[in-house]
């Protein structure tokens, strides 16, 4: 048995990995005939993914790769159609145009982790990450030690993350924290000096949200799209050390507490989770979106 990464274009083609995920197929492109399957002297992208498509046997195993380090779902293979008269799209045709990714192997999806849609994935630690030559490549062989670890990476609910897109930007998510502070945390309002709240730093730095907690501690707010990072924290600690002298100026709030609301995983690598439990401490917390849509009467 061999285990195969696969990589789903969803940047180019949204939505294409909620297909795969309902049909149960991953697929591949080089549409016949110009890229027939045993047509000798393929080009040699070409030539690479034919030659492990050819390989991929059934009860392999296979992975979904996706953009970010994000992975779809393990599935198991059951049967291939990927000879040049079983060309079936997976990505339909527009305006009359062949179709995309109709090389295509039929799969059975490992659902015992995770939730029963394909809008959560699994975010991978940088501890389970592969080598990125086999990223890199469409079609891959993984070897058994590092599809190992990726399988790990899945029974642990910490690393499951929403694919539905976030906010636009970093600011768009702190305007949504400064006007429902409470939704962070119960309690949270906005800091009461509207100035203070604009005020730009003597080093031109300038926060992202300023708050104040029933206790009466003001609680500095910084806000990142993605996975936290040591630097990150290290910005919003020089926020701390600069809302010391307002503090103390102003008179206003006991104590300085500082949030890191981001995006990606809830698990954090080692690294950051360490370094965020150092004096000053910061306190991490991840933010998700959930969007529905119903049909107006």
């Not at 969803?10 to 909620?18: A, C, T, V």
């Not at 936290?228 to 503090?247: C, D, F, S, V, W």
Request: contains cysteine; proline residues 8%; charged residues 25%.
């Amino acid at each position: 048995m061999t285990n195969w990464k696969i990589n789903c274009m969803e940047k180019d083609y949204p939505g294409l990995w909620h297909t795969w995920f309902r049909e149960q197929i991953v697929a591949v492109g080089w549409p016949p005939p110009e890229f027939g399957l045993h047509t000798p002297n393929a080009r040699r992208d070409w030539s690479l993914a034919r030659r492990y498509l050819l390989q991929v046997s059934p009860e392999d195993k296979v992975i979904v790769q996706l953009k970010n380090w994000r992975v779809g779902r393990i599935g198991t293979v059951l049967r291939k159609q990927i000879e040049d008269n079983e060309w079936n799209e997976s990505v339909p045709s527009q305006g009359g145009d062949r179709g995309e990714m109709g090389r295509r192997i039929q799969v059975r999806w490992d659902l015992t982790t995770g939730r029963l849609t394909p809008d959560f994935v699994v975010e991978l630690p940088p501890e389970t990450r592969p080598n990125p030559r086999i990223w890199r490549l469409t079609l891959s062989p993984v070897p058994d030690g590092a599809f190992q670890k990726m399988e790990r990476a899945f029974r642990d609910e910490n690393n499951w993350v929403s694919l539905i897109p976030g906010f636009a930007s970093e600011r768009a998510l702190s305007e949504y924290i400064s006007a429902s502070p409470h939704l962070l945390e119960d309690g949270l309002v906005p800091y009461p000096s509207a100035s203070a709240r604009e005020l730009v730093f003597p080093d031109r730095t300038r926060l992202d949200v300023l708050l104040l907690d029933p206790n009466g501690d003001i609680v500095i707010v910084e806000c990142k799209q993605g996975a936290p990072t040591i630097q990150n924290i290290a910005q919003l600690r020089g926020y701390m050390r600069n809302a010391e002298k307002l503090r103390t100026g102003l008179k206003i709030g006991k104590n300085i507490r500082g949030i890191l609301v981001h995006g990606g995983a809830r698990k954090l690598s080692t690294d950051v989770r360490a370094e965020s439990k150092r004096s000053p401490q910061v306190e991490l917390v991840q933010f998700s979106v959930s969007v529905g849509f119903t049909p107006s009467l």
